[in-house]
């Protein structure tokens, strides 16, 4: 042989072995320009500290945030309403008497709280380029599959690039620099903070920041305090007489006795041994290296929802250094492995593919954003899919805290809505996808405020209204507040959000099938919640047990007479929430042999319920009454509830029910704000209508903030995340959670493949979704149809599959079961049952095949 091509024949072998199993291309955002503000900058985050990340040449930044970073304490807490008696006879004889804007101006002055704290922004870390000239070449992209953001452009012909990602396993983030020569590199950082309190200080081999959030913040204008009457609620403003003691509504130190909670960040360079670093009070200059890495920790004196972060909390200066020093341990290579691997072990477990074309899919994300509402791209749509699923990962990691209106990244003190937990709706909907897409441990931090809530609601339930259990109502904070807040007659009063977050619970064990999570962890919440609306329930006269004062939020009414309200008795999503939570704490404890008095009396109770009602104009009835709505196409359809997110309507137990659903979209319209969008998709996939799904899918690809005059209302901002506006990440979720409806449901009792596929999707590929009953989900379709389909059972319970078309499921390459037809709400579907043999296994695998 001659020696001469062995070499080549050698690396012939290597290539055919490497196109043999070709690497799938990185999922990326990615832009030609730098961030111009804060809503075009690249979110990273690792489930606990997070950062925006510009993309500047000349001066970079990155806007900080550390999510248990809250203004006030529990010393803050407003606890001081109590219902009477004697005032809750007049608001419930009102109300049976129809005079509801009486009752509600009772209800405003006497049962309401005041608004929870506020979550706040960290700081930011600027680095500036001390090397002058023009930049091309540039691009800025997010990487999903890897979670990094790179910065990449040449300058005075060298190339340059800047990598930021955030380790979960070793909690800091990391900004790496690297240019093409030796010296290239010459930069100064330093750190500034939106709060008066913070100072900036070089000690040793590293830059700090410390500082102390606000003792209390309050967005609400002196105006509006006084004109509610509000001022006693308020004794940080204001003296005992009602006169303002400040001119300002954010407090810090002194001024607040001292309270708010204490925060550091430490910055520590890493370089080659030839490369020259510089510490002082004004910053960091690295200079005279081609490379260099940064480890930035930050840290709170957060030491739990019941302690005080001034007087009781931890060291956040030795909490961060200890951070630091352990991520010290590994090189730049290291972290950057350990960091991918984690965070690849959650986001590759799913994949969805559907096809654009390759001059779509080479465009700068912003563009295809652009050019959608002309023409379809169907892969910039699953982009977004699993950007809604990286925000996830990045935002909610066990040990962290929930996601909140923002997930973790905010850069206002007074952010819009306190940028906390709005919990009669938008925080359920951030986690509506996580067990969808297999991200079932992303929830451990909303189980966490769960349980907390509930010790603060227990206190709530026994001290305001006298009653078992726990309640909580529309918003919270880290704090975890639990009396209604504000005074917002559509939304403040609304003593029902325990019931959705013990949804969350039960949804957890339907897709996990874990028992003891469903005995040990959700029943006794769930218990309590039941116990809590079993004592709140009155008879409306009519002999049907109904809540005595509630809203449908945040809609209002217009009655016969005239009267504009928001409070009534046995609003629809109230009657819907209880119902679902008699329903499921009694399975629960029925399963455990638990509460058998409890259970006797949810029983009955049960069958009493108001039940769901029709409407004149075949809608879904919001309230107890047929009563107008006042916005008719109002962004919240809280009556909804029983069918999305819960499984109580459905085209085959409660066909006219379906139906009503329908009316009522029809009725709301298709254009809404951003995180209302994302509850239509759901909607829509759940009434089996891909096309109409996908009709709010093209809406919510609105551009905002683009200059174009021609786009308002609500949106996506160019980094792709959601615009009430402004930013709500909610949106991001429910999309996501909206696109695997629209590709897999499994609420109604067994598991319908592609069950509202639109028409512009009419090819591609998923796998990694997952199903109640603990199944995993794999499909190719073409042509709008299935091809095959790959079931995973890791649970081992009997299956129940359904399809648009015929199927027979293979087990061990042998047929073991063909579909039947069925009809539903007017339709055929295909559909067959595998039970599987639990004495052999617990878990199984079958394929699908389809003519």
């Not at 991520?327 to 799913?350: G, I």
């Not at 005995?519 to 919640?529: D, S």
């Not at 591609?764 to 794999?778: D, H, I, M, P, Y």
Request: proline letters at 5%.
């Amino acid at each position: 042989m001659n020696m001469r091509i062995i070499p080549y024949f050698v690396f012939f072998l290597c290539f055919a072995a490497c196109t043999g199993t070709p690497q799938k291309e990185p999922l990326t955002l990615w832009y030609h320009e730098p961030a111009h503000n804060w809503d075009e900058a690249l979110p990273v985050g690792n489930g606990r500290a997070g950062a925006m990340v510009f993309g500047g040449v000349e001066k970079e930044q990155l806007q900080l945030n550390e999510n248990t970073l809250y203004s006030g304490e529990p010393s803050v807490v407003f606890k001081d309403v109590k219902i009477t008696p004697e005032m809750f006879d007049r608001v419930t004889g009102l109300m049976k008497a129809g005079k509801y804007t009486a009752a509600s101006d009772l209800v405003c002055k006497n049962w309401l709280g005041r608004l929870h704290q506020y979550y706040q922004p960290f700081g930011d870390l600027h680095i500036q380029n001390n090397k002058h000239g023009d930049a091309g070449q540039y691009k800025r992209t997010l990487n999903i599959s890897d979670a990094i953001a790179t910065t990449a452009y040449e300058q005075n012909g060298i190339r340059y690039e800047r990598e930021v990602f955030a380790s979960h396993p070793d909690d800091v983030i990391v900004i790496h620099l690297k240019s093409e020569t030796s010296k290239g590199i010459d930069i100064s950082l330093d750190f500034t903070s939106p709060h008066p309190t913070a100072v900036q200080k070089g000690e040793d081999d590293r830059l700090i920041l410390h500082g102390q959030a606000p003792g209390y913040v309050e967005r609400r204008t002196f105006e509006q305090l006084e004109q509610w009457g509000d001022q006693y609620k308020h004794p940080e403003l204001y003296d005992a007489k009602g006169n303002r003691k400040f001119n300002k509504r954010i407090l810090y130190g002194d001024e607040i006795d001292g309270k708010g909670m204490f925060f550091e960040a430490q910055l520590k360079p890493v370089l080659p041994k030839d490369g020259k670093c510089e510490i002082t009070d004004s910053g960091i200059h690295v200079y005279n290296t081609g490379e260099v890495y940064f480890l930035l920790s930050m840290a709170t004196s957060f030491n739990g929802f019941d302690k005080s972060p001034s007087r009781e909390g931890i060291d956040p200066a030795a909490k961060a250094a200890d951070i630091l020093d352990k991520a010290l341990a590994y090189d730049y290579p290291t972290l950057k492995q350990r960091h991918t691997e984690d965070y690849r072990s959650l986001f590759d477990r799913v994949n969805l593919e559907l096809v654009s074309s390759p001059g779509q899919k080479a465009m700068p994300t912003d563009t295809r954003l652009e050019r959608f509402a002309q023409t379809a791209d169907p892969d910039l749509a699953a982009l977004l899919f699993q950007f809604g699923r990286y925000l996830m990962i990045s935002g909610s990691r066990p040990g962290g805290q929930p996601l909140n209106l923002q997930g973790m990244w905010n850069k206002d003190t007074i952010p819009a809505w306190n940028c906390g937990y709005t919990i009669n709706i938008n925080t359920e909907m951030n986690y509506w996808p996580a067990e969808l897409t297999n991200l079932s441990e992303c929830q451990e931090p909303l189980f966490r405020m769960i349980r907390e809530l509930a010790v603060s609601g227990a206190e709530t339930a026994q001290n305001m209204y006298g009653r078992r259990g726990w309640v909580a109502h529309h918003n919270t904070s880290i704090w975890r507040e639990s009396l209604p807040n504000d005074n917002v007659p559509t939304a403040s009063f609304w003593p029902m959000v325990q019931g959705w977050l013990c949804s969350h619970l039960w949804e957890h064990y339907q897709f996990t099938q874990d028992t003891d999570f469903l005995k040990n962890e959700a029943y006794p919440l769930m218990k309590g919640a039941a116990e809590f609306f079993a004592d709140w329930l009155i008879d409306d006269g009519n002999g049907h047990l109904v809540t005595p004062v509630g809203v449908s939020p945040e809609n209002t009414f217009i009655t016969e007479d005239g009267q504009q309200a928001a409070m009534s008795m046995g609003p629809t999503m109230d009657m819907a929430i209880i119902r679902e939570t008699f329903t499921r704490t009694l399975a629960t404890a029925e399963m455990f042999d638990l509460d058998e008095p409890l259970r006797a009396e949810l029983k009955d109770k049960l069958e009493r319920l108001l039940p769901y009602q029709v409407g004149k104009r075949g809608q879904l009835q919001e309230w107890m009454y047929d009563f107008k709505e006042r916005e008719p196409q109002h962004r919240h359809f809280s009556h909804l509830y029983g069918f999305h997110p819960s499984d109580q309507i459905t085209p085959d137990k409660t066909p006219e029910l379906f139906n009503a659903v329908r009316k009522t979209l029809e009725l709301r319209g298709d254009l809404a704000s951003g995180w209302s969008m994302g509850w239509k998709i759901n909607c829509w996939a759940r009434l089996l209508d891909g096309n109409h799904a996908y009709k709010i899918i093209a809406n919510l690809f609105n551009p905002v903030g683009f200059g174009n005059s021609e786009h308002k209302g609500g949106g996506l901002f160019r980094n792709m995340l959601c615009a009430h506006p402004p930013f709500q990440i909610d949106g991001n979720f429910g999309y996501t959670a909206g696109v695997t409806e629209i590709l897999l449901q499994s609420h109604a009792g067994y598991i319908h493949l592609l069950p509202a596929l639109p028409d512009v999707w009419a090819e591609g590929t998923v796998s990694g979704l997952k199903a109640r009953g603990n199944f995993e989900v794999a499909m190719n379709w073409k042509e709008g149809k299935l091809t095959d389909a790959n079931i995973h059972s890791l649970a081992g319970k009997s299956c129940t599959l359904r399809a648009g078309q015929p199927f027979t499921i293979k087990q061990n390459g042998k047929v073991v079961a063909t579909s039947t037809p069925i009809r539903s709400n007017g339709k055929e579907y295909h559909q067959a049952t595998f039970q599987s043999d639990t004495h052999l296994s617990n878990s199984y695998k079958l394929t699908l095949l389809f003519d």
